[in-house]
């Protein structure tokens, strides 16, 4: 861990993590108003969630296609789970 990792308030690290989360639910073809309304309010919240989400963002963008064939992989893969 670098000493700019020890430098991360909770805030931070929570907003990271959520904007991850919020990516991925913002990809997938159920999106609803309600989700987007739910988006938008999170997105308001604390000002390190805006950050967060435009980094999360910037990362999936620069995997491209990487980042498609993990998503499809992580889906092949819960849909073992289901099954066993």
């Known amino acids: 861990m670098s000493s700019s990792d ?4 909770r805030a931070e690290l929570d ?3 959520r904007a991850s989360e919020w990516l991925a ?3 997938r073809p159920e999106r609803t108003p309600e989700i987007e309304a739910a988006f938008r309010a999170w997105l308001s919240a604390h000002p ?3 950050k967060a989400f435009d980094d999360a963002t ?3 963008e620069r995997l491209g296609p990487a980042g498609q064939s993990l998503r ?3 889906r092949r893969i819960k849909a073992v789970k289901r099954v066993a």
């Open 25 to 27: 639910v913002l990809k």
């Open 48 to 50: 390190a969630n805006r």
């Open 58 to 60: 910037c990362i999936w």
């Open 15 to 17: 907003a990271r993590a």
């Open 6 to 9: 020890k430098d991360i308030s």
């Open 72 to 74: 499809a992989k992580h």
